[in-house]
């Protein structure tokens, strides 16, 4: 196992480029299998998680290469198989992604039940009601969902999948990858409308889906016969370029987060210039501008923030905005509205010396004039990114331990940020 030695109180300086979006890039991947056309996909990041999707994919009969340039290429001849175990699912939830293409494609489905998360219960009954509203027949069997169409195939349906806070991810993306090939029209009320969702959507679009109302809650699919191949470009990771961005703002510096969407991080933007982070903002960058964030007048204000749906603040940077509040002046609020027990990096930040309190689904967040470099264990992936980012700041050395967490969802983290002028090496354990 890997870990990171952060030194901290290096001010990050330059430009760093936007890989492609993880949580985009793993729907789109699942819905090759609805095809037995080739898949290309272009700007397609180099992850575990990723590499963990080729695997599952490659148990159900779909081929993935990728060649020089980061193309993805996936394709799915034939299905080999329904039935995605328990080894793969456990390791990554987005894994469940397959269960709505290997029910359209081949009319059956057996997807582990992922169980829960170290950030809490994550649920799929929204996925599975979306399903049985298109007509299949699902039951959990050994740990396992099992989900059947009828003999004549899904049948587009009128369904809310909206939870009581917004909508779900990868239950939209899931039940819009069945409905694509099902008979008739399928409307979804309460879909979700984050980034992730539209890209998958116009992927499908490309491949010959029919699909109205991408980005608003309602979208309507009319089914197809079958669908073909496509190229399609994923969009940047505006999670990840949202988290260089937080570097920039807690080190200092003029740091160009290249070749990212603002408009998919409009809130964190705002948050940011609330906080009086200075911040310029382009077409397809964003740049914090340099400044003394230790010094009694420029120090960043404390400013709350309530975890969304899309276009809300981000649950996937909360972490890192708690790391940014650690050093804020005065006290800010945190409230997690999304997955309320998403706190692990709280008591680890503790250690590094942040004043950090949680009271039910928010945290208190008293900012603090030093933090101190301390050995720490990444828990989950936006939390190891938030002990990261603390690291950069705090006096002295950081070592994060358990980083295979981190490289789930940021390109070799340490190689994006040396460059910038931080510090930062991986070591054996
Ligand atoms: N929910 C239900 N029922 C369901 C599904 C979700 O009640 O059937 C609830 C959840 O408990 C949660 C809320 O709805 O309170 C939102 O969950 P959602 O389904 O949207 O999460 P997800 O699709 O499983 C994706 C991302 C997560 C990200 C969330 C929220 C992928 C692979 N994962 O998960 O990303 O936090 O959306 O935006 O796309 C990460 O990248 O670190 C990560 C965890």
């Not at 969902?145 to 991810?169: C, H, I, Q, Y």
Request: aromatic fraction near 4%; glycine fraction near 10%.
């Amino acid at each position: 196992m890997d870990k990171l030695i952060v030194e901290g109180r290096h001010r990050l300086t330059g430009e760093v480029p936007t890989a492609g979006s993880k949580n985009a890039v793993l729907p789109i991947l699942a819905a090759s299998l609805l095809t037995s056309r080739p898949l290309t996909l272009h700007n397609a990041p180099q992850l575990s998680d990723v590499e963990t999707m080729r695997r599952v994919l490659a148990e159900l009969g779909c081929e993935t290469s990728r060649d020089d340039h980061g193309t993805l290429h996936a394709h799915t001849p034939e299905l080999h198989a329904t039935r995605a175990g328990w080894e793969h699912v456990r390791k990554m939830r987005g894994s469940v992604c397959v269960l709505g293409p290997l029910l359209a494609r081949s009319g059956r489905a057996e997807v582990s039940l992922p169980g829960g998360c170290v950030f809490g219960v994550r649920p799929i009954d929204l996925h599975l009601k979306g399903f049985r509203a298109l007509g299949a027949d699902v039951r959990i069997e050994s740990g396992y969902v099992v989900a059947e169409a009828p003999k004549d195939g899904l049948r587009g349906a009128e369904m809310f999948l909206g939870t009581a806070f917004g909508s779900s991810v990868l239950g939209t993306a899931n039940v819009m990858m069945a409905a694509v090939l099902a008979k008739g029209r399928t409307v979804i009320h309460g879909a979700a409308c984050e980034p992730e969702v539209v890209d998958l959507g116009r992927c499908l679009r490309a491949m010959g889906a029919n699909i109205e109302g991408l980005g608003s809650p309602r979208l309507i699919i009319e089914g197809v016969e079958e669908l073909g191949g496509a190229e399609h470009t994923v969009i940047p990771d505006r999670i990840e370029a949202g988290t260089y961005v937080i570097a920039g703002a807690m080190t200092g510096g003029r740091v160009r987060v290249s070749g990212c969407r603002p408009a998919h991080l409009s809130v964190l933007i705002e948050r940011l210039r609330e906080a009086q982070v200075p911040l310029e903002v382009g077409e397809d960058w964003i740049e914090t501008q340099a400044y003394e964030p230790r010094s009694a007048a420029e120090r960043p204000r404390a400013t709350d923030v309530t975890t969304h749906v899309f276009p809300g603040f981000p649950t996937d940077l909360q972490a890192q905005w708690m790391s940014l509040m650690t050093m804020a002046d005065g006290i800010s609020i945190i409230t997690e509205r999304i997955y309320p027990d998403r706190y692990m990096h709280l008591a680890e930040l503790a250690r590094m010396g942040a004043e950090v309190r949680r009271e039910g689904s928010m945290a208190i967040v008293r900012g603090t004039e030093r933090l101190s470099g301390a050995p720490v264990t990444a828990s989950d992936l936006r939390a190891s990114a938030a002990l990261v980012l603390a690291g950069l700041v705090a006096e002295g050395e950081t070592e994060i331990h358990r980083v295979y967490h981190i490289d789930r969802g940021y390109e070799r983290i340490e190689e994006r940020l040396a460059p910038l002028g931080a510090v930062i090496r991986r070591e054996q354990e």
